[in-house]
């Protein structure tokens, strides 16, 4: 497995904004929502989303930092060939 992560300083306010977005785009590239949510239960930003693709087994997350960031995450299988045998 690989994981990449990114960290993009962004307005706490539009967080659930660009959640929403991001949601919109993995649904319309197969990816089913594993996970959502946009506020705490006292109201507070807390924008988290986590999404799967079967064929692919891609796991997408994007996350509220404490940080106020928005972090971006994408886990996949190893994407190196195997390697060839010695001869």
């Known amino acids: 497995m690989m994981s990449y992560a990114a960290y993009a300083p962004f307005p706490l306010d539009r967080h659930p904004e660009a959640v929403r ?20 239960d006292d109201g507070s930003i807390d924008a988290v989303l986590d999404a799967y693709q079967r064929s692919s087994h891609y796991l997408a997350t994007v996350e509220t930092m404490k940080s106020g960031d928005l972090m971006f995450a994408v886990t996949t299988p190893c994407l190196m060939p195997p390697s060839t045998p010695s001869g």
Do not use: D, T
């Open 21 to 40: 977005k991001v949601r919109a785009e993995l649904e319309k590239q197969g990816f089913e929502i594993a996970g959502y949510r946009e506020k705490l």
